[in-house]
Nanobody
Framework: QVQPVESGGGSVQAGGSLRLSCAAS????????MGWFRQVPGKEREGVAT???????EYADSVKGRFTISQDYAENTLYLQMNNVKPEDTAMYYC????????????????????WGQGTQVTVSS
């Protein structure tokens, strides 16, 4: 059973940095789609960044140049480095995994994934 566990959230001032981690023990599929989405109560899910084993990395326009997604294959851990954060980045951040590759970012936005974590809260103050 794959159970992603997010960590690294917290409170930070605008312009600061955070690094989110998602430990996905038990996940050994060679084809994959992994990524981060965020959600604010009352608003729709927003895709943040994804890694796809076929198509590579993709980012939301709102975070391009500020956030970086990466993966440690040996540790089965997904990361999201968040730099120059803004108040509008405040949200609960979730890690999601889909067992198949292709069209990853759109799939995460649509909620088409097989595993997801409990989320980690990020709060950015101005």
């Amino acid at each position: 059973q794959v159970q992603p566990v997010e960590s690294g959230g917290g409170s930070v001032q605008a312009g600061g940095s955070l690094r989110l981690s998602c430990a996905a023990s038990g996940y050994t599929y060679s084809n994959f789609c992994m990524g981060w989405f965020r959600q604010v109560p009352g608003k729709e899910r927003e895709g943040v960044a994804t890694i796809d084993s076929i198509t590579g990395k993709e980012y939301a326009d709102s975070v391009k140049g500020r956030f970086t997604i990466s993966q440690d294959y040996a540790e089965n851990t997904l990361y999201l480095q968040m730099n120059n954060v803004k108040p509008e980045d405040t949200a609960m951040y979730y890690c999601a995994i889909r067992r198949s590759a292709g069209n990853c970012f759109a799939s995460i936005v649509a909620g088409s994934f097989d595993y997801w974590g409990q989320g980690t809260q990020v709060t950015v103050s101005s």
